[in-house]
C-alpha cells in the first residue's frame, strides 16, 4: 500500500512488519515518533509485541539483550547521546552473537547541543560489531530494516544491524513509500528460531567466563560472521527484489560510475542530492559518478578496491570526523584502493556537521575540485567544507 | 532425628570458585531451593560472575544469563518480556546482583524495573563492597568499615563516614507488593520468605546479608556466626515490607553491638566511641523500625 | 584444553557441571566427623555453603573432593563432633 510518510514512521512500520516481539526503547530526539507509532501499534494490538518504557538507553538495549537471548526478536531505536550511552552494550549485543536490529538517527553530538544529522554517534559504533547501514529515503528505511532481521538471523551472521537514518532530513520528512503486505513480509521473513536459547530446565550460561587460551577463538568466530554478512547481505536483497520488486544498491550503491574518472563516495541523504548533482555535471560533458556506501559495516572492500582501480580521483565526503586522523570513511576507501596496482587521487572533504546544509552548490564545488586535483594531484588531504573563517568560498 | 529442616533438593553443584565460607554461595543455595527448577537468573558483574567457574563450568542447575555491571534491573525486564511473549508461563525471572550492583551503578536499572512492575525477584546479595574487584566501598558499606578505598591510618583516620544506603526504604518508596531482608545464618526464614515472595506477583525484592570472610577480614568458620549476629545485633534486623506494611519477622534480642565487631577484622580500628556512636545508630534504627512496624507503614 | 574456533558455540555457553573444579585441592584445614557423637541434627548439611555435606541416614559424609575447609560445620554443630585438622592428618 502507498503511503506518505516520515522516516520515522517507515522504521516503525518496517519493525511492525518484520513481526518484533519484545521492544525496549527510551525517548531522544529526533528518534521520539518512532517508539510512540510503535506504542501505538502495541497498544492498539496490531502489533503482538511486549513494549517496555525503559528508564535509558543502555536499558534499552541490556532489556533488548536479555529479551534476544531468551528466544524473542527484539527493536529498539536511538539517536546520539542514547546510541552512544549504548556503547557498553552494543559490544555486548554483537559478542553475544544477537541479532538485534536498532534503528539509529545519527545526529551530532554535543557538545555543543545539535539536534540536527551528523553521522558521528554512528561512525564512533563502528568497532561494535555491529552491521550498519546508512539509508538515503525512506522507503530505503523501511524495507532495510525488514531485510535486516533476514540477514542477521541467518546461522552464519548472527550479529545484530543498526539502520541509520538521517536525522530530521529523513527521520521528520515525508515521503512516498510502499508499505508492503503483512502476508507477503511474513513469506520473506520467517519467525526467529535460534539454535541456542534460554530455556526453562536447560541448565546453561549464556556469556560466561573464559580464559585468554580460549577468547581469541570466539572473536574470530565474530569476524568470519561480519564476511558472511557481505555476501549474505547481497543474496538476501536480491530475494527481497524477486518479493517486492525492490532493491538498494547492496553494500555500495554506483550511480553513472561505469566510465567514471571522478566519483563521490559518501553515505546517507546526501547521496541523493549528489545524484542529482552528477546527472546535471554529466549534462556539461563531466566525466563524474556517485558511490554511496549503503553498508559501512562490513566495509565493501572488494567493491571499492574494483571501483578504485578504474578512476582518476575520488572524492569522500565524511558527515563526521576521527580527531586526530581523518574522516572515518575516507580512510578506510583509501585503505581499500591500496592495493590497487594504479591508485587514483584521492581527498576527504569534511562536511555537514551538526546540520550544516550540503547544498548542490557545495556538491558541485567538491566535483570541479576533485577533478582539478585528480590531474595536478592534492597538496591537503583534507579540507573542511563550509566552515566560517576558512578562506574557500563554497556558495 | 535425620530430618532437614529445609528443602533437600539442591541446585547447586559443588566446585563452585567462590572462597571458602562465602556467604554468598549460602544466598544462592537457600535462593533455589526456595524457587526451585523453573527459575531463570540474571548475573551481572560481581562475585558470582565468576563463582560458576570459567566456561563451560556451571555451578548452576538452572538457565543463567551473564550481563554487564549495571543492566540486572533492565535484564530481568527483558527476559520477562519475551517469556510473556512467547507464552511461556509459570518461570520465576530472578535478578542476583551484589550491593555495589544494585545500589550504586545498579540503581538506575532497579528503579525502572520495580517502576515498570516487572514481574520478577531482585535478590541483592550484600556482601558490603566491591568485593569482585577487591574490596572497595561501595554504597552499601557500613559506617565504619575498613575498605580498600576508605583506608585506616595516616592522620584523617579513614575509614568509611557515610552511612550504609537504605535499599529496602528506597524498594519501600517504589511501592513494590513485597520486600524482605534475609539472613544465610536463618535459612528457614530464608526460604519461607523466598517461598513467600515466589507466590507473589510484580516486582520482589529480596535484601540478603552475605558475609565475606576476605573483605569483612574474619575468620571463614565464623560466616554463619557473623550473619546471626548482625540479625541479633540489629544491625541487620529481619523484616518484611509487604503492600507497604513493615512486620519484623525476628524480635532480635539486642545484643550489645560490639559482639558483632570484635569478630570482624574491618572494624578493628574504631575507638570506643566511635563503637558508641555506632550502637546509637543501631539503636536509633531499631526503633524506627518498631515505629514503622506499630503504624502500619 | 582448549577447543578450535570450528568446535566452540557462537557465544560461550556453559554446561558443564562445576564439578570438574576440584575445589578439594584449596584446603589446608580439612573437617572430620565423629559419627559416634553425630545426633543427626544436619545442621553440618544446612550450613555448608559449596554443597559438600552429604546426608547419609541423617550422618553427614563430607565430600573431601570439594570440601574446601571453610570449618563452618565445625563451628555451627551443636555437638561438637566436628573436628578441624591438618590437611595431612587422620
Known sequence: MRMVMTGNYASAYGAKLARAEVIAAYPITPQTSIVEKLAEFVATGELKAKFVPVESEHSAMAACIAAQTAGARTYTATSSHGLTLMHEVLMWASGARLPIVMTNVSRAMAPPWSVWVDHMDSIAQRDTGWLQFFCQSNQEVLDTTIMAYKVCESAGVMLPAMIIEDAFILSHTSEPVDVPEQQLVDSFLPAYSPDLKIEVGKARGFGSLVKPDQYMEFRYKAMLAMKEAHDRILRVEQEFKHVFGREHGGLLERYRCEDAETVLVTAGSVAATAKDVVDALRANGQRVGLARIRAFRPFPHDEIRSLASKLEGIAVLDRSYTFGAAGAMFTEVKASAYSCQRRPVMKNYIAGLGGRDITPKILERIFEDIQVIAKRGAEDEVEWVDVVGLPRRWH | MGKTTIPEAEFTYPGSTGCPGCGANLVMRYLLKGLGERTIVSIPACCWAVMPGYWPSNCLKIPLLYTAFEATGAAISGLRAALDVKGVNDVTVVGFAGDGGTVDIGLQALSGAAERRTDAIYVMYDNEAYMNTGIQRSGSTPWGAWTTTTPVGGSSHGFKHETKKDIMAIMQAHRIPYAATVSPAFPEDFIKKVEKAKSIKGFRFIHALSPCPPGWRTNPSLSVEIARLAVDTRVFPLYEIEDGKVRITRKAKGLPLVEYLKVQGRFQHLTEPEISEMQKGVDDSWIMLLLKESSGT | ?90
Open chain 3, 1 to 90: 584444553m582448549t577447543k578450535s574456533y570450528e568446535e566452540i558455540p557462537l557465544t560461550p555457553v556453559s554446561d558443564t557441571p562445576s564439578t570438574v573444579n576440584i575445589t578439594g585441592l584449596w584446603r589446608v584445614m580439612k573437617p572430620v566427623v565423629d559419627k559416634e557423637k553425630c545426633k543427626k541434627c544436619t545442621i553440618c548439611w544446612k550450613f555448608c555453603p559449596d554443597v559438600a555435606i552429604k546426608l547419609v541416614e541423617g550422618v553427614p559424609e563430607i565430600d573431601y573432593q570439594y570440601c574446601k575447609g571453610c570449618g563452618i560445620c565445625a563451628v555451627e554443630c551443636p555437638s561438637k563432633c566436628i573436628v578441624m585438622v591438618k590437611e595431612d592428618e587422620q
